[in-house]
């Protein structure tokens, strides 16, 4: 699985505020009850009040993590992204550790109210985002802010096929393949063989993330080869076809390549498709040792042409969305 997780670059970022059940977006494992006003979010996994332009953004990370965020809590970190801390605190959370991190975000000329909320079990670490205009509309208080993250709550994560059921988009045909992994609820591993974990290509891999972003027709090329100048573990890769096509009646653009295990002598075929949308794509990766290749690839084209956007198939985020703690942003 180390092999294939390093494959993707990835995201982050009503009723009554504390008188409901919390809400887990997306099916995820952490959840909370929002403010009043804010809503569960079509295009991140977490809430938004695009009226007043406010926002809480939940991020799952495992349990390790959690010492590794904190720790990059400094002055000299958090100014690197514009923010300046006004306080550190910690929140009443029965046994979940955590540390509340609360100050404000400059981003040229505009300044947001910032919360970070940091809180680890054993089993995994949360990272709860509250951002909101420093001026504008009436703001939710301080007190309201943190009454809404004291009802943070975690959960048995959901099953991975109860988590592919919530990814933003669907495969319609997994030509024999099996769900290994969904990550971050915007992709899904796959592979086909008996080991769930996965290093170098010893069984074909198969990704299928989504993102968000239309190029224009000029730019679809380049925007293909720069994300699979991405793919790790491979050394000496060779395009070999880098053209493109329609899939599933939509423009998109193959490139197929060779090259070598970084690890081990294997010859490998990678093949990369992505399907452009009308404000996001749909990016599909398969890693076959080449002696599997002639028998691999019509799978893996039968996933290419089954990958179909859903309706939470992300749209072109603000920049507002984009700016969080820590990284923000899809890579």
């Avoid at 009503?14 to 809503?39: I, K």
């Avoid at 406010?54 to 000299?76: C, K, N, W």
């Avoid at 949360?126 to 205009?133: G, I």
């Avoid at 239309?214 to 730019?219: C, F, G, K, S």
């Amino acid at each position: 699985m180390r092999f294939a997780l390093a494959v993707l670059a990835s995201l982050m970022l009503g009723g009554s505020a504390f008188a409901a059940d919390p809400v887990f977006p997306r099916g995820a494992s952490v959840g909370l009850v929002p403010p009043p006003g804010m809503v569960e979010s079509s295009t991140f996994s977490g809430f938004e009040d695009p009226a007043r332009g406010a926002a809480i953004l939940l991020v799952e990370m495992p349990p390790q993590a959690y010492d590794q965020v904190t720790a990059g809590f400094t002055d000299a970190a958090l100014a690197t992204k514009g923010i300046l801390a006004e306080s550190r605190s910690s929140l009443p959370l029965g046994d979940v550790k955590n540390l509340l991190l609360v100050g404000r975000q400059h981003a040229g000329s505009a300044v947001a109210r910032k919360w970070i909320l940091v809180a680890g079990t054993s089993t995994a670490t949360a990272l709860v985002t509250v951002q909101e205009p420093a001026a504008g509309a009436p703001a939710l208080s301080d007190e309201e802010i943190r009454k809404t993250l004291m009802t943070l709550t975690f959960r048995q994560p959901p099953s991975p096929e109860e988590q592919l059921a919530n990814l933003p988009f669907k495969l319609d045909d997994r030509a024999g393949f099996r769900l290994v992994k969904v990550i971050g609820n915007t992709a899904a591993i796959m592979t086909e063989g008996p080991k769930d974990v996965i290093d170098g290509a010893e069984q074909p891999v198969f990704v299928v993330g989504v993102g968000p972003g239309a190029p224009r027709e000029d730019e679809r090329q380049q925007f293909a080869l720069r994300a699979f100048s991405s793919v790790p573990g491979i050394k000496d890769l060779r395009i070999e076809r880098a053209e493109p096509l329609r899939i599933g009646g939509q423009p998109g653009f193959e490139i197929m390549a060779s090259g070598k295990e970084a690890v081990g002598t294997a010859d490998v075929k990678v093949v990369q498709w992505i399907r452009f949308g009308t404000s996001a794509y749909i990016r599909m990766l398969g890693i076959v040792r080449q002696a599997d290749f002639t028998e691999v690839y019509p799978k893996l084209r039968a996933h290419s042409r089954t990958a179909q956007p859903g309706p939470r198939c992300p749209k072109a985020r603000s920049r507002q969305a984009l700016r969080t703690w820590p990284g923000g942003g899809w890579g």
